[in-house]
């Protein structure tokens, strides 16, 4: 079967740096997804790895291990903003076209 | 503006009434899903299109239908809802099926069945 797993809460405090971790388990990989989504809010695209490293954009930098099943997005300076669930998302190859399965979201509650 | 809108954005409604949620894209994208997201489970996708007239059930399809007679339009019908499809609804488009693309969310439609 298909699995995601990412910590359900962190906590971190403004202007430090925080790593979220995301492990997957899943066949037929094109990539890997991270977004955005303030409560009650419409998820939103932050960045996409289909290889291997560290893709960084601004304060927000996401790495690949394809090999190990792992991802983390890393956010620098942190604003009061950043507070939300931050979701991975494995992008698979399913019936010819592609499929994204969703982690459950790290809630990510920023303190001044 | 390029954008994924949904409507209505709120609705209360019994069970058993047919209700309708549309969905709709200006982007010219061929991909178009549907995703109800509740506490503890994440974004769970009902069905998606890959185009036209091509449609296919996700990972929670029962109780939904959906259709796509236009490329801009895919609107998800309940025939007759339930309290357990009570949940936050999104719709989300992407250029192509290839997976290759981040989708695009709608605003959202919280949908309470009583």
């Known amino acids: 079967g298909q699995n995601i797993d990412q910590p359900t809460e962190m906590t971190a405090t403004e202007g430090a740096i925080v790593q979220i971790n995301c492990t997957y388990q899943t066949s037929g990989f094109n990539g890997l997804f991270w977004y955005q989504q303030h409560a009650g809010e419409a998820p939103t695209f932050l960045s996409y790895?289909?290889?291997?490293g560290l893709e960084e954009k601004g304060r927000f930098s996401s790495f690949l291990s394809r090999s190990k099943g792992y991802s983390y997005l890393l956010l620098k300076e942190l604003q009061m903003k950043d507070s939300a669930s931050y979701l991975c998302a494995v992008s698979m190859i399913y019936n010819q076209g592609g499929k994204l399965i969703f982690g459950q979201g790290t809630e990510l509650s920023v303190k001044p | 503006e390029a954008q994924v809108t949904q409507n209505p954005r709120y609705l209360i409604t019994v069970t058993g009434k047919k209700l309708t949620v549309t969905c709709s894209q200006n982007m010219n994208h061929e991909y178009m899903s549907w995703y109800r997201q509740d506490p503890g489970l994440g974004l769970r996708q009902i069905y998606y299109s890959m185009n036209v007239e091509v449609t296919d059930k996700g990972d929670v399809p029962e109780g939904y239908k959906v259709s796509r007679k236009e490329k801009r339009n895919f609107p998800l019908i309940l025939e007759s809802p339930s309290p357990n499809q009570t949940s936050l609804y999104f719709c989300?488009?992407?250029?192509?099926?290839?997976?290759?693309?981040?989708?695009?969310f709608g605003p959202g439609t919280r949908l309470t069945v009583t």
């Open positions: 989300a488009s992407s250029p192509t099926g290839t997976g290759f693309y981040e989708q695009y």
């Open positions: 790895n289909v290889l291997d």
